[in-house]
């Protein structure tokens, strides 16, 4: 079992920046995937980025690619999502998600995939 504990949401006008945090509890001695997925207003999950164990493997939705940067520190347990040049649209509930990898470069865009969710954090962007 893996909990997950994501912070660093809020508030932030069109163009700024917010940092995400998810820190890893529990069974974290195995290799396991992270990634990012957020769900608007009346509409699906979508996936956001995502990241291999190993931290050398990294994929992004095109709707954020360039703009924000997931990356991970193990010896902390922790995974980050730096989120730069945002816009109204980003407008989401953000959540990251765990699942056990067989090997270090695995990484996955399904979010049917990940077995462990965090409780979401709130990032409104006004405009």
């Known amino acids: 079992q893996v909990q997950l504990l994501e912070s660093g949401g809020g508030l932030v006008q069109t163009g700024g920046s917010l940092r995400f945090s998810c820190a890893a509890s529990?069974?974290?001695?195995?290799?396991?995937?992270m990634g990012w997925f957020r769900q608007a207003p009346a509409k699906e999950r979508e996936f956001v980025a995502a990241i291999s164990w190993s931290g050398s493997s990294t994929y992004y939705a095109d709707s954020v690619k360039g703009r924000f940067n997931i990356s991970r520190d193990n010896a902390k347990n922790t995974v980050y999502l730096q989120m730069n040049s945002l816009k109204p649209e980003d407008t989401a509930e953000y959540y990251c998600?765990?699942?056990?990898?067989?090997?270090?470069?695995?990484?996955?865009?399904?979010?049917?995939?990940?077995?462990?969710w965090g409780q979401g954090t709130q990032v409104t962007v006004s405009s």
């Open positions: 998600g765990a699942r056990y990898a067989s090997n270090s470069y695995y990484y996955t865009d399904k979010y049917y995939e990940y077995g462990y």
């Open positions: 529990g069974r974290t001695s195995s290799a396991y995937a």
